[in-house]
């Protein structure tokens, strides 16, 4: 099964990021990494392009998004075999950065059931 785990920025202002933090988070994912769980990972740049689409012809749409008031600011795709371990990948995240809101969604598809 396999789970996408995003991290929302909602504007919260953080902290410093430490080093003893980018050594937890990096000895975190190094683990996820070895175990065969992590599949990819990564930030997201705030600046998106929008596309809406109407019987099948899409177009990009001029921001800014006043009704926008967080976006997804990083990504896991992760493999387990339960969404229960997943949960349990997420909780080890959270624990080492803190505060944060975020969500997992199961991925459908190739490779993903």
Request: hydrophobic residues 40%; proline residues 4%; charged residues 25%.
């Amino acid at each position: 099964m396999r789970f996408l785990m995003m991290t929302v920025d909602d504007g919260t202002p953080q902290g410093p990021v430490d080093d003893e933090l980018q050594a937890r988070m990096g000895a975190f994912i190094a683990e996820m990494s070895r175990s065969g769980a992590l599949l990819a990972t990564g930030g997201l740049d705030p600046r998106a392009t929008h596309i809406v689409a109407k019987d099948g012809k899409a177009e990009i749409v001029d921001g800014p998004f006043s009704e926008s008031k967080e976006f997804v600011a990083g990504f896991a795709l992760v493999e387990t075999r339960s969404e229960e371990e997943a949960i349990e990948l997420c909780r080890g995240f959270w624990a080492i950065v803190g505060s944060g809101r975020g969500t997992i969604q199961r991925v459908y598809g190739p490779d993903g059931d």
